[in-house]
Structures are given as structure tokens and as C-alpha cells.
């Protein structure tokens, strides 16, 4: 069973940065987004940004400009740099995998979040 490990999280004043990462317990083939998600209590959950295989990236309006996702695909890694954090940006943050298996089946994998609080 893969698992996805957060790091990076804590607390940071406003418009301070942080760096977020995320890495696999072991190596995942044919993956074909890497992503960060983001909860708050009581609201769903929502992309913040997501890098395809091609590096092609798709980022939340409310965060473009400030946040930067990479990854690397050697070591099945996926960060997401933030700057210019606002208090708005406080949630736990989720890594988020979605791949192909052999047979085509897509696999989902996520992280179990690292908190990200942005004081005032």
C-alpha cells in the first residue's frame, strides 16, 4: 500500500512562506497528476494546484502568484512553495496522487494533511 507523507506545515505570520512536501513510501508508476489540496473545518475540500505529467500546472485563482507546485518524478515527489501567505490560506493541506495502473484502473492516493495556520 502506498502512502503519501506531508511535511513542511506549522505556523508562519502573514505574508510569510513556507514550503510543503510530499513523498511516497515507495516508488508509484504511470502517475499522472500530483496535486495539493486544501479543508478548512466544516467546508469541502478544494484544489490549490496540481501539476500533470508534462508539468503543466492548474492553480486556484485564490492562490496564483503566490504558490508554486513542482515535482519530481524520479523521486516521486511533489512540493508547493508559498508566498505572501495571508490568513485566509490557514487549512491542512492534503497531497494528492492520481495514477494509472496497468490495467488502466485509475488509483487515487492521498496524504493524511499537514497543517498550515497563517497568523495576523
Known amino acids: 500500500q502506498v502512502q503519501l507523507v506531508e511535511s513542511g506545515g506549522g505556523l508562519v505570520q502573514a505574508g510569510g512562506s513556507l514550503r510543503l512536501s510530499c513523498a511516497a513510501s515507495?516508488?508509484?508508476?504511470?502517475?499522472?497528476?500530483m496535486g495539493w489540496y486544501r479543508q478548512t473545518p466544516g467546508k469541502q475540500r478544494e484544489l490549490v494546484a496540481t501539476i500533470a505529467s508534462r508539468a503543466i500546472t492548474n492553480y486556484a485563482d485564490s492562490v496564483k502568484g503566490r504558490f508554486t507546485i513542482s515535482r519530481d518524478n524520479a523521486k516521486n515527489t511533489v512540493s508547493l512553495q508559498m508566498n505572501s501567505l495571508k490568513s485566509e490560506d490557514t487549512a491542512v493541506y492534503y497531497c494528492?496522487?492520481?495514477?494509472?495502473?496497468?490495467?488502466?484502473?485509475?488509483?487515487?492516493?492521498w496524504g493524511k494533511g499537514t497543517l498550515v495556520t497563517v497568523s495576523s
Open positions: 494528492n496522487v492520481l495514477a494509472s495502473s496497468t490495467y488502466g484502473a485509475s488509483m487515487d492516493y
Open positions: 515507495r516508488s508509484i508508476f504511470n502517475i499522472n497528476t
